[in-house]
């Protein structure tokens, strides 16, 4: 009995998330994390974090193995913020976080959290890729997988791309950089060369279908980050890998 009451109170919760996402009333909401806190914005991953808090366990553990006080997190794809705030309360004060996204949505509110949590985090408006260009991106209902659009389509929504070596050229040292660009992967570290010598841990998503979207595979991939001195530590979860730099080169 006591489970069947359970399992009725999580779907009737998941409802009440997508009512109040679809709504708009979610905005009212804060969800609060171990050590910050996030608006409860229609978007994706909000709802999935307010259905479920431990939505993000496996990335918070990733990133808390990896970054100490004083390091520097670099956030490609950062969405709403949730990874970048939690690398802020690790790092501290003295270290450094850098968020970009190019939904200009979800953009919003990830300046929103960052903002209400009074959290210094550098967060820039930009698709990353190969070279500066002009693009555009998707709108789908699930916002965390917009895909880059090459083809501008639409020009109220048109986007600059710039290189991550751009982004990152006065870093010295990163010790740990995530990319999350639903198949843009192999276009983003073709512009992140000199990016790439200096990050200690690169944690990425790499899912084949998604890159094949791009020409690309998951094969490609991951023989370029090899390429870039880096060996594959292990696969968090699906489609979730971890390269450590290799000593050695």
């Known amino acids: 009995m ?3 009451f359970k399992k009725n109170l999580i779907y009737l919760k998941f409802l009440l998330s997508r009512f ?4 708009g009333l979610c905005s009212l909401f804060y969800i609060k994390q171990e050590k910050f806190i996030i608006r409860f914005f229609p978007s994706s991953i909000s709802t999935s974090l307010w259905f479920d808090k431990s939505y993000s366990e496996e990335d918070y553990k990733t990133i808390k193995k990896f970054i100490k006080k004083g390091a520097t997190f670099v956030d490609v794809g950062a969405n709403v ?7 802020k309360t690790c790092v501290g004060k003295e270290g450094k976080v850098i968020a970009i996204e190019g939904n200009s949505k979800i953009f919003r509110f990830l300046k929103e959290n960052i903002k209400i949590n009074n959290f210094e985090i550098d967060a820039y408006f930009n698709l990353i890729g190969n070279k500066e260009k002009k693009v ?3 709108n789908r209902k699930a916002d965390d997988m917009n895909q880059v659009l090459e083809n501008i389509y639409d020009n109220d929504n048109i986007i600059n791309m710039v290189t991550l070596d751009s982004i990152c050229i006065n870093l010295e040292t990163i010790d740990l950089l995530k990319i999350d660009v639903e198949g843009y ?7 992140a060369t000199k990016t790439l010598e200096k990050t200690k841990i690169l944690m990425i998503e790499i899912i ?6 791009f020409g690309n595979s998951f094969i490609e991939t991951k023989d ?14 699906d489609n979730n890998y971890i390269f450590k730099k290799n000593n050695k080169n």
């Open 2 to 4: 006591y489970l069947l």
């Open 20 to 23: 109040l996402r679809h709504t």
């Open 81 to 87: 913020g949730l990874l970048s705030l939690y690398a």
């Open 136 to 138: 555009s991106i998707q």
């Open 185 to 191: 992967e192999y276009n983003v570290l073709q512009g």
């Open 208 to 213: 084949n279908d998604l890159a094949k979207d």
């Open 224 to 237: 370029l980050i090899i390429s870039s001195g880096f060996k594959l530590e292990n696969n968090e979860n």
